[in-house]
């Protein structure tokens, strides 16, 4: 089995000896610079088929209140093209495979999705895309909040601009100290900015 992780394909093949092994939910703690990450989910493996259940507040960080799924994608299509203020989601594929490019404003990362034990957990205030769905690929999604229209960001300079005042925010100062809390520093890289995108999909 091999997943694409970030940039790199990573092989989950037995390492050298005397190495730490490197799953993608291990890489997906320490390594990976934008704030999604990749949640491993229970696998109850039988012979007449495999079985994964996902429970809000063990597997997920949110209470699911919509599931959606999207299948028949025509080749060369994209899907997403935007941000949300409040909801959290976890991206399933739950069939064939397709890549997610998630942006938080400061970083951004390709995730290569293939396995349907592992989902992608992507928070609110994180740009992302779908692109290269394999024929017969179905993307389930779970999300923590019904739909909402007002919830999007669809214009990528409006995101940003709403993530630099978000950071801006968080940043305290302490009256009569020199000591401040910066704000967090999600990545090292440079930022490698995704197209602004016209009309993009209402979900995921």
Request: charged content about 20%.
């Amino acid at each position: 089995m091999k997943l694409h992780f970030g940039p790199e394909r990573l092989d989950t093949e037995a390492p050298p000896s005397g190495a730490t092994p490197k799953t993608p939910a291990t890489l997906a703690r320490h390594e990976q610079p934008s704030r999604a990450r990749l949640v491993e989910l229970p696998r109850i493996t039988d012979p007449r088929g495999n079985l994964t259940a996902i429970e809000a507040g063990q597997h997920i960080p949110f209470e699911c209140r919509r599931v959606y799924y999207l299948y028949d994608v025509p080749g060369g299509t994209n899907r997403g093209g935007h941000a949300h203020k409040q909801l959290q989601q976890l991206l399933i594929a739950a069939s064939g495979s397709f890549d997610v490019v998630v942006d938080d404003g400061t970083t951004r990362e390709r995730i290569f999705l293939n396995r349907s034990y592992y989902g992608l957990y992507i928070p609110a205030m994180c740009w992302r895309d779908l692109e290269n769905f394999s024929s017969g690929s179905v993307c389930l999604v779970l999300a923590s909040e019904h739909y909402d229209a007002s919830d999007y960001y669809r214009d990528y300079d409006e995101f940003l601009a709403a993530t630099f005042a978000h950071n801006a925010s968080t940043s305290t100062f302490t009256s009569g100290s020199t000591s401040t809390q910066p704000v967090p520093h999600l990545g090292s890289r440079a930022i490698d900015r995704l197209p602004t995108r016209a009309g993009s999909d209402p979900e995921p």
